[in-house]
């Protein structure tokens, strides 16, 4: 089991400007060695089952291995936290918040987290795919968190963070970021990039105050069940 701590972890500034210092911290070799094959093998063996957005609350008792890492390796367990694990994915320019009910028909409540946490787990074999933070211009409201359309205006400062294997990263929630498009580095070569996110919340987002686990049955978006022995 991952026994690791982030809490504290070392910081680097990226970009510049007195605005943004210090807004992403950034700790490469996030957990050892051993930790983090014992991570890898779980996630590359289970990301297909993985429900697509979850949620543990700080009262709770953590009920499988995310869970129980997460709140291990952070040292947080004060506080509600959301998690999600994805693969190859590329996104245009959004905020975390509470997209379960942006999902939903008629639903699209505007609340945004209070910190997002990125753990690299692969990564390798494209070009491209750097994860970008507009730091200048916080979401303030008012729209869909990823709609699609928004754009950083000119001359933005944007920071730029290149993906590898281990490498840990936090922001507040309310940044817009976005992962660039990325390409095979080799034709009919297929990317890996893993990468669990979590983010932590004050309070319980309305998508998660009935059901804490959510996801795709038969192509339709909604509750799931989710329960590991830990």
């Known amino acids: 089991m991952v026994r690791g701590n982030l809490a504290g972890s070392g910081e680097r500034i990226n970009g510049t400007g007195g605005g943004i210092r210090m807004v992403t911290k950034y700790k490469e070799e996030a957990l050892n060695a051993v930790d983090f094959a014992e991570l890898t093998k779980y996630l590359e063996t289970n990301k ?13 008792k953590e009920t499988n291995y995310l869970e129980f890492l997460i709140r291990n390796l952070t040292g947080e367990d ?39 946490h990125l753990l690299y787990i692969t990564s390798n074999g494209y070009t491209g795919g ?15 968190l990823n709609a699609g359309s928004w754009k950083p205006r000119n001359g933005a400062h944007i920071i730029r963070i290149k993906p ?33 996110v979590w983010s932590y919340w004050e309070t319980t987002p309305v998508g998660y105050r009935e059901n804490h686990h959510w996801g795709f049955t038969n192509a339709v978006f909604g509750p799931v069940k989710w329960k590991e022995n830990i």
């Open 48 to 60: 297909r089952v993985l429900p697509i957005y979850n949620f543990l609350p700080a009262k709770e």
């Open 130 to 144: 750097d994860l970008q933070i507009c730091v200048d211009e916080p979401y303030t409201g008012g729209k869909l």
């Open 164 to 196: 590898k294997p281990n490498l840990a990263i936090s922001f507040p929630s309310n940044l817009y970021h976005r992962v660039m498009p990325f390409v095979p580095t080799l034709s009919g070569l297929t990317p890996q990039r893993l990468v669990l």
């Open 78 to 116: 004060t506080k509600n936290i959301e998690y999600w694990v994805r693969d190859t994915e590329q996104t245009t320019w959004h905020v975390d918040g509470d997209e379960v009910t942006q999902r939903l028909p008629g639903k699209h409540v505007d609340e945004i987290a209070d910190t997002t």
